[in-house]
């Protein structure tokens, strides 16, 4: 029996990827990924054409579902192949590289590579709710680290791999009829012959539902350290990094902006212009003047200006101020009327 998918649209805020790839001109263009089949090919209906003699009329489809993207080969002369981003890289570190067929399709990973003829499409994973930070940050966390918390986070996924392909969202070629449930990630490697037992997919996916949420944790460890990407339950580790103790109640922009900036006012830390760049970037941009020339000021002696709407805010830049200037030096705080 023939699976139909039924047809899915977004708007441009909900994508499900993107296809980024140059064309016969050399420029570089996007593609969205708002449907959830995706036509690649030179056929005049085709929902991305691209014009070469290489490319068959209808060459590769893409499905797009909620859980990812999958590529499929649609049979033409020359088939579809798909390159491995470094993060999905074989044993020795080096890209793999696959060729499509009609019957399996494969699930694209950030930054994979489909090549059709002289075409490379590389594919960027879509962050979920129009946010810098990727999903796989905020669903695969696991902050207390307890067997019971584990259990929970294995049971979910278990149900996620179970579920994620619904007849909804099901791709309409469907997966091997002795399979009960959809196949895992981890049974393409198998050789053929196992792709299609059931009870090896099964064994295989008790496994995937325990260690997948590690996989994307450790494929996003990058975004963990990145204080514009990081959890915000992180921020305060990561101020700890730079020297940095910041107020609870700040806005969370506020916060990582003072993370990301902090470390380039160290570098000229003691200076004048040092304290006027820190206290900038505490004060979200504010007007500071630091003034040490005054005829008026005591030897060894300088005076900042601030705004007076940070009046509400002297204490703790009065703790800044005495933690960055030189040892040797008294300051006076003015503030000025806005």
Known sequence: ???????????????????????????LQRYPLTRSKIIIGRWSEADLRLEAPEVAERHAQIACTNQGCYLYDLGGKNPTQLRRSTRHADTNGAPTQEVMNE?????????????????????RRRISGGSVLPPEVEAARWRSG?????????????????????????????????????????????????????????FLLAFEAILAPLERTIDWIDAYLHPTLA??????????????????????????????????????????????????????????????????????????????????EESFLRRLIEREKPAHCRYELHFRAD
């Open 103 to 123: 019957r399996s399709g494969s699930l694209l990973h950030d930054n994979d590579e489909i090549l059709i003829g002289r075409f490379i499409l590389r594919y």
């Open 1 to 27: 029996m023939q699976l139909e998918l039924r047809e899915h649209v977004r708007g441009p805020d909900q994508e499900y990827g993107v296809l980024t790839y140059t064309d016969q001109e050399g420029r």
């Open 231 to 312: 959890p915000r339950s992180l921020l305060p580790w990561l101020a700890s990094w730079v020297d940095v103790e910041l107020p609870a109640d700040w806005p969370e922009a506020r916060q990582r902006r003072v993370i990301a900036g902090v470390a380039r006012c160290y570098a000229l830390r003691g200076t004048r212009r040092g304290l006027e760049d820190l206290l900038r970037l505490f004060t979200d941009g504010a007007s500071i003047e630091v003034d040490d020339q005054a005829a008026d000021l005591p030897p060894r002696t300088f005076r900042i200006t601030v705004p007076a709407h940070l009046k509400d």
């Open 146 to 202: 307890t067997p019971q918390r584990a259990m929970r986070e294995a049971n979910l996924h278990w149900n996620f791999l179970i579920q994620r392909r619904n007849l909804e969202e099901r791709p309409f070629w469907g997966y091997p009829a002795g399979l009960r449930h959809p196949p895992g990630e981890y049974l393409r490697y198998l050789p053929p012959l196992f792709q299609e037992d059931d009870v090896v997919n099964t």
